[in-house]
Structure formats: C-alpha cells, structure tokens
C-alpha cells in the first residue's frame, strides 16, 4: 500500500518534467538598455560638446531603435536633438529626430559632436527597438553651470576628471531615469 502512495505522489511530482524541456522564452521579460558608458567634453572654442561612446556592449538594430543626443538649454530656448543611431521616427513622444549621423552596430570609441548656442545639461536617450520607451542612459552638465530648481535627482553613478582648464570629461553610468 505504502508503494502505490510513493509512487503515485512521484507520478504527479514529475508530471511535465520530459527528458527534452524546451528553452525558456523571453515574452515576459522586459526590454531594459544594453550597458553603455559616455564620456562628455564641453569644447568652448567651437561651442559644442563632444560625447564619445566610452565602453559597453555595441548598440545594433536588435537592442536599439535609437539613440539621441539631446541638450537641454539652461535659458528657455529649445532643446537640441540629434540622432546618432536608429530610425528617425523612433522618438516615443511621437517626434521626429531627423537623420541618423551613422549606421548601426555602434561601438565603444564612436565620437559625436553636438554644436549648439549655449551650455545646457546634455542627456543620451535610448529608444527600445519598438520605439515605445527610452531612457537616458548618460546626463552630464558643467560643473560651472548652475542646477535647475525643478530638476529631478537621479540615481547616477559619476566620476569626474578634469582634462585641462577649459575642457571636462565625465563617464556617466547607465541611469535609470525615463524620458
């Protein structure tokens, strides 16, 4: 009696468990930005900032709909937004980036220049592949620049070197923070 017990709890047990499991799917999990580490320079001379694709894994059309560099002006003027990678459409909020500066994949020591009229706070936003979300996953301002009041923090992990008097480079880590 006590045999037929094992057996059909073992039975039921291992029901479903065959000797070829199929592998797990990925349906469920979301879509997060592959790691990617920018560096910024803020070039006076020529009024622009230069924002290089330090380290991480290569951006391509599978992990990426876009990725734009947009600056924030301190003043109220307009942002300025430039598409380094991806579809031109693929801004969630509905707009419109403009042409791509290169093609994908982009990898690690990709440099990008960004002229504008004044210093702002310069942010790198990612766009999933559907273009339904995207995240700035790099955000940097001069440290002589003053902090907006209704700037929100952030969790970002920054460290800071200075290159020469007039030019600052900082390697800001992937931020979690939405568009």
Same mark, same amino acid.
Not at 40 to 57: C, K, Q, S
Not at 59 to 76: F, I, Y
Not at 88 to 97: C, K, L, R, V, Y
């Given at each position: 009696?006590?045999?037929?017990?094992?057996?059909?709890?073992?039975?039921?047990?291992?029901?479903?468990?065959?000797?070829?499991?199929? !592998?797990?799917?990925?349906?469920?999990?979301?879509?997060?930005?592959?790691?990617?580490?920018?560096a910024?320079?803020?070039?006076?001379?020529?009024?622009?900032?230069?924002?290089?694709?330090?380290?991480?894994?290569r951006?391509?059309? %599978?992990?990426?709909?876009?990725?734009? +560099?947009?600056?924030?002006? +301190?003043? %109220?003027g307009?942002?300025?937004?430039?598409?380094w990678?991806?579809?031109?459409?693929?801004?969630?909020?509905?707009?419109?980036?403009?042409?791509?500066?290169?093609?994908?994949?982009?990898?690690? %020591?990709?440099?990008?220049?960004?002229?504008?009229? #004044?210093?702002?706070?310069?942010? +790198?936003?990612?766009?999933?592949?559907?273009?339904?979300?995207s995240?700035?996953?790099?955000?940097?301002?001069?440290?002589?620049? !003053?902090?907006?009041? #209704?700037?929100?923090?952030?969790?970002?992990?920054?460290?800071?070197?200075?290159?020469?008097?007039?030019?600052?480079?900082?390697?800001?880590?992937?931020?979690?923070?939405?568009?």
């Open positions: 009696m006590y045999r037929r017990t094992v057996l059909a709890a073992a039975t039921a047990t291992l029901a479903g468990c065959g000797l070829s499991p199929s !592998p797990p799917t990925t349906d469920g999990y979301p879509e997060t930005p592959p790691n990617a580490f920018f910024f320079e803020w070039n006076p001379d020529d009024d622009e900032y230069v924002v290089e694709f330090a380290r991480g894994n951006l391509t059309a %599978d992990n990426t709909g876009a990725l734009a +560099v947009v600056v924030d002006p +301190v003043d %109220d307009d942002p300025v937004e430039r598409l990678v991806g579809a031109p459409d693929a801004d969630p909020g509905g707009g419109d980036f403009g042409e791509p500066l290169t093609a994908f994949p982009l990898a690690p %020591d990709a440099q990008l220049r960004v002229p504008v009229d #004044s210093p702002g706070t310069v942010r +790198v936003v990612w766009t999933d592949p559907e273009a339904e979300r995240r700035a996953v790099g955000r940097w301002r001069i440290e002589s620049q !003053p902090t907006p009041a #209704s700037e929100p923090e952030t969790e970002t992990a920054t460290a800071t070197k200075t290159a020469t008097e007039t030019k600052t480079a900082t390697t800001t880590a992937t931020a979690a923070e939405e568009r």
